[in-house]
């Protein structure tokens, strides 16, 4: 079955303690990204990537970091979260090329920072 | 910068009405625009994308529409049932940079039986 997985479901950590969100796609897409959804404001792009190794920010990069060292995988790494951070926060990904390449979510981290 | 608007927020119908849910979008230069759906606690999935080219796509009692030269896009949901009830977003790619998604809010959507 074609899938976008997130791990974690839900997260809770303290200020300042490193995390990391996996995210992995089974579609062999050139194209992942990272977003945030708060309240009222939609869904705001992290970072994304288009393929291995080249990644770019997004509108709302600061204070996250990413990699993309597998064509399927997609990390997304807090160094020092902070309550700000506490978000629901979706994988994406899709092939790139024709105009009709559909964007494919994850489930969702809702990820809170006390 | 790409600003998506989708109004209104909030909408409750009776079971069985059609419905339009709107969305605008302040730069027509998009790559193709997208219909989500998303369930409380759950992802987004994709119900129709509508490439900047054309002008509607159908899938079942959903229609989309785009007019991209007005910056507007509208879902049409004929004869809705209570399993419809969700969020709906809009999302636009943007055809200078078609690593860029942008998201509208979305139109929560309460169907009563």
């Known amino acids: 079955e074609a899938q976008v997985t997130q791990n974690p479901r839900y997260l809770i950590t303290v200020t300042g303690k490193k995390l990391t969100v996996t995210c992995s796609q089974n579609?062999?897409?050139?194209?992942m990204s990272w977003y945030r959804q708060d309240p009222g404001l939609g869904l705001r792009q992290i970072y994304y990537s288009m393929n291995v190794e080249v990644t770019d920010k997004g509108d709302v990069p600061e204070g996250y970091k990413v990699s993309r060292k597998e064509k399927r995988n997609f990390p997304l790494i807090l160094e020092s979260p902070s309550p700000n951070q506490t978000s629901l926060y979706f994988c994406?990904?899709?092939?790139?090329?024709?105009?009709?390449?559909?964007?494919?979510f994850g489930s969702g981290t809702q990820l809170s920072v006390l | 910068k790409q600003e998506v608007t989708q109004i209104p927020a909030a909408l409750s119908v009776p079971e069985g009405e059609n419905l339009v849910l709107n969305c605008s979008f302040t730069?027509?230069?998009?790559?193709?625009l997208q219909w989500f759906r998303q369930d409380p606690g759950k992802g987004l999935t994709s119900l129709l994308l509508i490439q900047s080219s054309q002008r509607e796509q159908t899938s079942g009692r959903l229609n989309a529409s785009l007019d991209k030269s007005s910056g507007r896009s509208t879902l049409y949901i004929a004869a809705s049932q209570p399993g419809d009830s969700a969020t709906y977003l809009c999302a636009v790619r943007m055809a200078d940079n078609f690593n860029k998604f942008y998201f509208g809010s979305g139109t929560k959507l309460n169907v009563k039986p």
């Open positions: 994406a990904s899709s092939s790139v090329g024709r105009g009709v390449e559909k964007l494919f």
């Open positions: 730069d027509s230069a998009i790559y193709n």
């Open positions: 579609m062999n897409h050139e194209y």
